[in-house]
């Protein structure tokens, strides 16, 4: 079975600072999918950004990249110009393989942005 | 289209009793998943569906949980004989066949309380 490890159960970063969550996984496929989300307290899941396995290129949204390291499967998200309303817990998440079945979830970081 | 909808969003049952929580997803998404979710930890995969036809299910569906989604539109999960354990958020999530980029959509979940 596909684990999803998030090793930082809890990060803090001041207001406009960065700051990088972590995320490693293993699967034993050659492509699949990454994605980071953002549940804040109303609970509601929100995707934050996503990855294809087979782009070798980190992707990016607005102040949110990753470092997407293939061979040592890894998955790290940096978080630029930290605000507020970045407070949440953030879970990674991966699929089994290249067609979206179902995902494989880490445990959560819970992010605190304090002003 | 406003996104994947579930309801109830609260439930408080007694233990032994059967509850049944329902999700609309996104109307031109194929495929609906059910996640079960428990204070501080990573949503857990219960099922999922293509359609009509429930493609794969944990193990953490046990015989007293069921799951449906009988026209492809809407699905249904019901938990029969609830117990304390079963004290979580229910997710529920859909996503297009073929257009994999735009990954999962997340309703706002179910919690369920036993008592």
């Known amino acids: ?115 | 289209d406003t996104g994947v909808s579930q309801d109830p969003r609260h439930k408080i049952t007694k233990r032994g009793q059967n509850v049944t929580f329902r999700c609309d997803p996104i109307s031109e998404h194929n495929r609906l998943y059910w996640y079960r979710q428990t204070l501080g930890q990573g949503p857990e995969f219960l099922t999922y569906f293509q359609n009509e036809a429930q493609l794969e299910k944990s193990r953490l569906l046990s015989d007293r949980f069921s799951a449906e989604r009988p026209k492809g539109s809407f699905s249904t999960l019901e938990i029969q004989r609830t117990e304390q354990g079963d004290s979580a958020m229910y997710l529920c999530a859909s996503s297009p066949l073929g257009r994999r980029g735009e990954g999962y959509t997340f309703g706002s979940g179910t919690r369920l309380t036993v008592v």
């Open chain 1, 1 to 115: 079975a596909q684990t999803v490890t998030q090793s930082q159960p809890e990060m803090s970063v001041q207001e406009a600072e960065t700051v990088t969550l972590s995320c490693t996984y293993d699967t034993s496929e050659n492509n699949y999918y990454l994605f980071w989300y953002k549940q804040p307290p109303s609970r509601q899941m929100i995707l934050v950004i996503r990855q294809e396995a087979y782009k070798q290129q980190n992707a990016t949204e607005n102040r949110f990249s990753v470092n997407f390291q293939k061979a040592a499967k890894s998955f790290s998200l940096k978080i630029s110009d930290s605000q507020l309303g970045d407070t949440a817990m953030y879970f990674c998440a991966c699929t089994r393989g290249s067609t979206l079945g179902r995902l494989y979830f880490g445990r959560g970081t819970q992010l605190t942005v304090w002003p």
